[in-house]
DNA sequence: TTGACAACATACTGATGAGTATGTTTCATG
DNA sequence: CATGAAACATACTCATCAGTATGTTGTCAA
């Protein structure tokens, strides 16, 4: 939290996470990220020990500033399926809102990286990892309080929150901010998705197979 | 399709997808996939113009097997919400059952690539992209006779096809061949959420609400 | 049987980029 | 005003691969 009050270190965070986002983590010289700076990797290798210690600050602060937006609404009193709609539609706001830190999470979630691990490095991992346990908990608490009181398909969790945030993300791979549709009718339409794909399922008979 | 039926190239396809699939397309050498076949790199330059003509071809083939599976349940005569549980389910057990392609393709969907385009892999990609917007274009229709019918609810049908293909596409970060569930019933979820993040929702009272 | 081509193996080049070693400048502090 | 350290810039090294150039072997058709 010191470390990202930083300015300067803020700033190489953002730029490196635009450009990663942009054309890839593997396809980005650190000297593409000092060039976008207009510095060198001096700068860089000064505040960040290797490339793959920015890529984990880059990630720990895209899991930081979703868990922000949706610990709110986990916090508040709501029946489930009120709740979860309001955490999901913060989910994917996030999203949208922060879309280069987000899109350079999954772009690592296969899990490799690269090949030398600094102990900092594997530190940082650890945190995201814990990190991120909490997160999918909160997901997992309102998912079981939904399915204790009938209102949640009764169904193993970790598939399920595992799918239904894996819905939540999809915004990364086409959102464009200058696209056509506003964020808050995505981030609504995403939100009211994934209620749907957690909520006991009720199929209504077919107008067309009444008529018929 | 007479490239895939010749057996080589089939072979080193393969082994190519597995180690794109573990370590990462970047941190994976043309090396390294050789020495998995028993070869040299001159066996798959052979074979293959580029190591991006050799990505494309893995993505085109993934394509090719999803759509595969799916498009019988599409053919077939069924009720909207009937289609579109089966079709769900179909590319969720193709995600399961051929990890390794389907890794490859999620990893590539951010748009880059490699730096050289040669004028093969240009085309393939083009060939991708229209395979791609078939198969879309399959859920999209069902979709519509599903909205028309009532029984779906009328959202941006693009936003709707995006977002239930990533949750279908959830176990490709995290199925293992050996982990507890079974391939049919993590599938079967999958179907189910996905139906369920279409369907028109309807919150059930929670019993606990009511016994208050 | 011979040449011609497919199907590789071997040995190289060349560029790219992470990491390092060593300046240089600013600034706070004694 | 001296001095140290923080905050960089500059100029290297060195390993890694994608791609290529060329050699070798088998096979088949004329």
């Known amino acids: 939290m010191i470390s990202i009050a930083n300015t300067t270190k803020l700033k190489i965070l953002d730029a490196a996470a ?62 489930p399926h009120e709740k979860f709609h309001a955490m999901a539609k913060a989910h994917a706001t996030a999203m949208i809102s922060e879309l280069a830190y987000h899109r350079v999470v999954v772009e690592e979630m296969r899990g490799s990286g690269t090949g030398t691990i600094t102990d900092n490095e594997h530190n940082l991992r650890l945190e995201i990892t814990v990190l991120q346990s909490k997160y999918e908990d909160m997901f997992r608490s309102v998912l079981a309080s939904g399915i204790a009181a009938g209102q949640f398909r009764d169904q193993d969790l970790s598939v399920t929150v595992r799918s239904f945030l894996m819905m939540l993300h999809a915004p990364i791979y086409w959102y464009q901010p200058r696209g056509p549709q506003n964020s808050h009718s995505i981030a609504m339409q995403l939100a009211d998705m994934a209620l749907g794909a957690v909520l006991v399922t009720h199929v209504k008979k077919s107008v067309t197979a009444i008529v018929q």
């Open 18 to 79: 635009t450009a990663f986002a942009t054309h890839g983590v593997d396809q980005t010289s650190l000297d593409d990220i000092a060039r976008a700076l207009g510095a060198t990797k001096g700068k860089i290798y000064h505040h960040f020990g290797s490339k793959g210690e920015l890529v984990c600050a880059i990630r720990k602060h895209s899991v930081q500033l979703t868990l922000d937006r949706v610990h709110p609404y986990f916090a508040a009193e709501a029946p």
